[in-house]
C-alpha cells in the first residue's frame, strides 16, 4: 500500500514538472487554483503537454502519431481499470476515478491532436472557424474537465471556459508559427482564406501555399485571427457576472492570453519579433506573476 503510495506520488510530481517545463504559464495559473481542483488540473495539463508535443518531440512524424495512438489505447485501459505503467497515465488514471472525469472529453482531446497530426503540413485549414474548432477541442475541453474536478456545473462557466479556451488555442497557435516554420517551411495553421485575402497564398501545381514575400501581409493575418481571439475573451469576460465565484480561479487561462494579445499587438502582429520569446509570453516573469496574483485575489480573469 506504501509503495502504491509512493508511486502515484511520484507521478502526480512527475505530471507538475511537465506542466511547469512545458506549459509555464498555464503552471502558474494552477497553482491559484483551490486543492480540490489542482491535483486534478496538473494531471490533465500533463497529459495535455504530452498530447500537444507528440508530433514535436518526435523524429519522425509517424513515430509521433504512434504515440497519440498509444494515448488513445491508454484512455480505453484507464476507463477498463487496467494499470499503464507511466507516471502521467497513473495520475489521469487517480484524477478519473476520484472526479469521474468524462471520458468522451479525453477522447475528444486525443482526436483533435491524431486529426491534426493526419493533416499534410501543406493542407491549410480553410477557415479560422476550423482553427477555433481545434481550439474548442484541446483548450476549451481542458477547461471543462477542470470545472468538472472541481464539481461546478453550470451553464454560464460552461460558456465562458468555451470562450477563454478559443482564445488560448488561437492565440497559441499564432505564437507557435515561427517554429512550424523553421520545422517544415509551412504555415500550416494560417487559414486558407485568411491567407488569400491578404496577400500570401499562392496556387503551386494544384496545391495552395503559403509565401511570405510580404512580412505585412503575414501580420495583417495574424492581427486577424489575433482579432477573433479578443472577441473570444470579450464574450467570456461578459459572462463574468454569472460564473460562480468559485469557478473564476478555473477561467484564469484568459490572463496569460490577454497578455500574449498585448505582446503582439506590442510588436504590431509580427510574430518573428524576438520581444515575443522572451520571459513570459513576452512580458517579465514577476510583472506576469504579479498580474495573475491580481487578478486571482481579486476573483476576475
Known amino acids: 500500500m506504501k509503495a502504491a503510495s509512493s508511486s502515484l506520488r511520484a507521478a502526480f510530481s512527475h505530471c507538475v514538472l511537465q506542466v511547469r517545463s ?12 483551490p486543492a480540490n481542483m489542482r491535483k486534478a488540473a496538473f494531471a490533465l495539463r500533463a497529459f495535455n503537454v504530452e498530447t500537444a508535443r507528440a508530433m514535436d518531440v518526435a523524429s519522425d512524424p509517424k513515430i509521433g502519431l ?3 495512438l498509444w ?8 476507463y477498463a481499470n487496467k494499470l499503464i505503467e507511466h507516471p502521467t497515465a497513473q495520475a489521469l488514471s487517480s484524477v478519473i476515478s476520484e472526479s469521474k472525469i468524462s471520458k468522451a472529453w479525453l477522447t475528444r482531446v486525443v482526436n483533435a491532436r491524431i486529426n491534426d497530426a493526419n493533416r499534410d503540413v501543406i493542407d491549410l485549414p ?5 482553427l477555433e474548432k481545434y481550439a474548442e477541442d484541446t483548450a476549451s475541453t481542458l477547461l471543462y474537465m477542470t470545472l468538472q474536478a472541481g464539481g461546478i456545473k453550470s451553464t454560464a462557466v460552461d460558456h465562458a471556459a468555451s470562450h477563454v479556451g478559443k482564445a488560448s488555442g488561437l492565440l497559441l497557435l ?8 523553421s520545422r517544415n517551411r ?4 494560417i487559414p486558407a482564406k485568411v ?3 491578404h496577400g500570401l497564398l499562392v496556387k503551386e501545381g494544384g496545391r495552395s501555399e503559403i509565401r511570405l514575400d510580404s512580412r505585412e501581409g503575414l501580420c495583417d493575418a495574424v492581427f486577424e485571427m489575433a482579432s477573433v481571439a479578443n472577441a473570444h475573451l470579450v464574450k467570456a469576460r461578459e459572462l463574468a457576472n454569472s460564473v460562480p465565484v468559485e469557478a473564476r480561479k478555473a477561467l484564469l487561462p484568459a490572463v496569460p492570453a490577454q497578455v500574449l494579445l498585448d505582446s503582439l499587438s506590442k510588436v504590431q502582429f509580427d510574430v518573428f519579433d524576438s520581444r515575443l520569446a522572451r520571459g513570459v509570453l513576452g512580458k517579465p516573469p514577476l510583472w506576469f506573476q504579479l498580474k495573475l496574483k491580481w487578478y486571482s485575489w481579486r476573483g476576475i480573469y
Request: hydrophobic residues 40%; contains cysteine; negative net charge.
Open 22 to 33: 512545458y506549459d509555464y504559464h498555464h503552471y502558474l495559473c494552477l497553482l491559484e487554483l
Open 66 to 68: 504512434m504515440r497519440l
Open 71 to 78: 494515448w488513445q489505447e491508454a484512455i480505453d485501459k484507464i
Open 126 to 130: 480553410e477557415s479560422i472557424e476550423e
Open 174 to 181: 499564432l505564437k507557435s508559427l515561427p517554429y512550424h516554420a
Open 186 to 189: 509551412h504555415f500550416s495553421y
Open 195 to 197: 491567407a488569400a485575402k
